[in-house]
């Protein structure tokens, strides 16, 4: 493996490539310090064949998070964790997979954008998914984000109408995060047909890899979601396995799984 | 407007997303068509005579509105010669201002078509006033209320359960009033497609700031003819307690353009804002972003909300409206805290020279109105928004004050473990 600090892949061209080779992309997604070894997981996580990995940094009031992630927060804030320690942490971290860090306005807004987006630039953070922040409020994120180096992951919603859809697919970058549905973040049993109805449109509205999340509970959640999307994200699954005190390897082999999963799916190449 | 003053410049007329660089609409992707929704039927509604008309109705047949302007010599007596003017929301239906913004939007839920109402809830105020509404116009209605706050308040619990609405204990983060509020979120963001959230306050994301203050604006609109008819003048000052902001900006609104008239803010500053105990947003709190909008909240070096605290649990709350956020840094109001040493002291003041019991919440914009009158002296006007009344507080004050003996405040801890534990049985 190659060790690379600073100037992990860019995380768009990155999904491309990935996409270009008929591999669909899985991104799981880690609290950092919900456990007092959580790097060790990311880790693990990238070596299990994660394309790149979600680090969310905790916060107090996660409005978007359904009660796994919402206790994994809870139990990093609990630990001492901050910004500022998570940030020191990934950047001794060693992979060869980008990261993109997941987090809610104040803790970028208490800092300021720039500062914000220049710590994670320092950290070798490839990109930023800013939950609460639509694309209505981004504008002065995206530029600092920018002039950072730092690919703004921008989100859609079975409920974002089309040319809404276009502008928030052009203006963000790295991926297009398609939400599944409408709600919170964490496990479904299945998938509803909004999701394959958003991807379909989110496609159909931009070239960007459009990866799709919420709802993504193993091979067979990730698989459905795959085949209308280029990859999937896969959050709470994780996060309920690291809670109930699963090893960073047993955690590892659901990446596994959901790895083979994805890459059983045949592309289909032309309509 | 008859003078050549550009419109623009009236305080009055500023209107969200955002005032000043406060307010804003931080949510997820998934509720901006629902925001967007709501800000359409909201600007329809607020032109559309039938809605108006409707409104001004419930206003007068079911909340009991106009409310009246009581004068309080006695108390006034304490505060240094001052004339003391109280707008008595106390006296609404359901006890409170709250009843002023909830009928408006449940109008509006009806008109958009939604059959179920979800709110916040602190004290309990808000949603009582809620649930009343829902069962009103025969709406589904579910309440968050932090399981803290549901063992606090459990009397209130049981109100609302009265009236047909479904509370749920959230048990969440600091189990709280924000706690509720990201509890409420959570649920819109599932269910947009048939509910309404129906924020109580002037803060979350854009309308609700200027939605929540249009359906309040009606209070200073009457206090300031009430007050001319009675004085033939101005007042001085007006008071309002602080929390999320709702009653102030309410009563603040119809003086925001009278530069004569000074507007005051009393947060609650619990043991003191030197403490860390407290919950005087503008006063200790730094600009961040929370539940939706940008504004003065309390929080840590890391930026993480730090809870608050009063013995107002209507106050208790680490944020506040980005509308007052704005009022504050520009200099047209003034916002100050009132310890709850001070709060319940006005509190006992009032009920002692005037026979009125106030929330607690009002007790802090009463201990402010006695600063300002002793300032003034004679001849001083100070209008007090007494936004609610006490009577949810009798348990608290009897503590407060030492006035139920030990066994009375045993036995009625117990009534209060087992009516949370049967309430959390039933779930």
């Known amino acids: 493996m190659t060790t690379v600090t600073l100037g992990r892949p860019p995380l768009e061209r990155h999904l491309r490539d ?79 997979v980008p990261l993109v860090v997941m987090t809610y306005s104040n803790l970028i807004r208490h800092r300021g954008a720039g500062v914000f987006c220049e710590r994670l630039a320092s950290a070798g953070v490839s990109g930023l998914i800013p939950v609460d922040t ?133 592309e289909p190449r032309w309509p | 407007m008859t003078d050549s003053q550009p419109t623009s410049a009236r305080l009055r007329d500023a209107v969200g997303p955002y005032f000043g660089r406060f307010g804003g609409r931080f949510v997820p992707e998934a509720l901006v068509a629902a925001l967007d929704e709501l800000d359409a039927a909201f600007g329809a509604a607020v032109v559309d005579p039938a809605f108006i008309a409707e409104l001004d109705h419930l206003h007068r047949t079911y909340s009991g509105r106009p409310s009246i302007l009581t004068e309080a010599p006695r108390f006034a007596k304490h505060a240094g010669g001052a004339r003391i003017l109280l707008k008595r929301e106390d006296l609404n239906h359901t006890g409170s201002h709250k009843i ?55 009397l209130n619990v049981a109100r609302m359960r009265l009236l047909g ?30 509910t309404h959230y129906l924020l109580g306050t002037v803060a979350g994301p854009h309308p609700f700031p200027t939605m929540v203050r249009e359906f309040h604006r009606i209070i200073g609109e009457e206090a300031r003819e009430q007050v001319l ?46 403490t860390g105990r407290h919950a005087s947003s503008i006063t200790g709190g730094v600009a961040g972003v929370l539940h939706g909008n940008r504004t003065f909240i309390l929080q840590n070096e890391d930026g993480q909300t730090i809870e608050s605290h009063s013995i107002s649990a209507g106050l208790d709350y680490p944020g506040v409206g980005p509308e007052h956020a704005w009022l504050a840094e520009s200099g047209r109001a003034r916002y100050e805290p009132v310890t709850d040493t001070q709060a319940m002291e006005a509190f006992q003041l009032l009920c002692r020279t005037e026979g009125i019991i106030p929330a607690i919440e009002s007790s802090h914009a009463l201990a402010g109105a006695l600063r300002e009158g002793k300032r003034l002296g004679e001849g001083g006007i100070v209008l007090v928004n007494l936004s609610g009344r006490g009577d949810k507080d009798v348990d608290t004050a009897a503590r407060w004050f030492g006035l139920v003996s030990a066994p009375d405040l045993v036995a009625s801890e117990a009534e209060r473990v087992v009516a949370t534990d049967e309430l959390k049985e039933e779930l």
């Not at chain 1, 379909?200 to 931009?206: D, F």
Request: glycine letters at 10%; one cysteine or more; proline letters at 4%.
């Open chain 1, 134 to 266: 639509p694309l209505d409020e981004a504008t002065p994120l995206l530029a600092a984000a920018r002039s950072h180096g730092i690919e703004t992951v921008l989100i859609v919603a079975p409920s974002t109408p089309p040319d809404r859809i276009e502008a928030i697919a052009d203006q963000g970058s790295g991926f297009v995060y398609a939400s599944t549905v409408m709600g919170t973040t964490g496990e479904r049993t299945t998938l509803g047909d909004q999701a394959a109805d958003l991807a379909t449109r989110v496609r159909a509205a931009t070239d960007r890899p459009v990866l799709m999340g919420f709802g993504i509970s193993g091979p067979q959640t990730a698989a459905q979601a795959a085949r209308h999307a280029d990859g999937v994200i896969m959050g709470a699954a994780v996060m309920r396995r690291v809670l109930a005190g699963e090893s960073a390897n047993e955690v590892a082999g659901l990446v596994r799984e959901v790895r083979t999963a994805l890459d059983a799916i045949i």
């Open chain 2, 229 to 274: 008819e009675l004085t033939g003048r101005l007042p001085d000052v007006v008071t309002a307690c602080v929390g999320g902001g709702s009653n102030a900006i309410g009563i603040f609104h119809a003086f925001l353009d009278d530069p004569e008239v000074e507007l005051l803010g009393l947060e609650a500053g619990g043991d003191g804002v030197e």
């Open chain 2, 100 to 154: 002023n913004n909830v009928l408006g939007q449940a109008l509006l839920t009806r008109r958009m078509g939604k059959t179920r109402v979800i709110a916040e809830t602190g004290a309990g105020q808000h949603g009582v006033a809620t649930a009343t509404a829902a069962a009103l116009m025969d709406l589904e209605c579910v309440i968050y209320m932090g399981e803290e706050d549901t063992r606090r308040q459990a």
């Open chain 1, 18 to 96: 990935h996409r270009d080779q008929g591999r669909k992309a899985l991104v799981p997604y880690v609290t950092a310090g919900v456990t007092p070894g959580w790097t060790g997981l990311v880790e693990a996580l990238a070596d299990a064949g994660a394309d790149a990995i979600e680090i969310g940094l905790p916060y107090s009031d996660p409005m978007l998070e359904g009660t796994t992630i919402q206790e994994a927060s809870q139990r990093a804030l609990d630990q001492g964790m901050t910004t500022d320690r998570a940030l020191a942490a990934v950047a001794e971290l060693d992979l060869n």
């Open chain 2, 165 to 194: 609405a479904e509370v749920v204990p959230v048990t969440a983060g600091s189990r709280t009033l924000k706690d509720a509020i990201n509890e409420a979120m959570r649920d819109w963001v599932t269910n947009v497609d048939t």
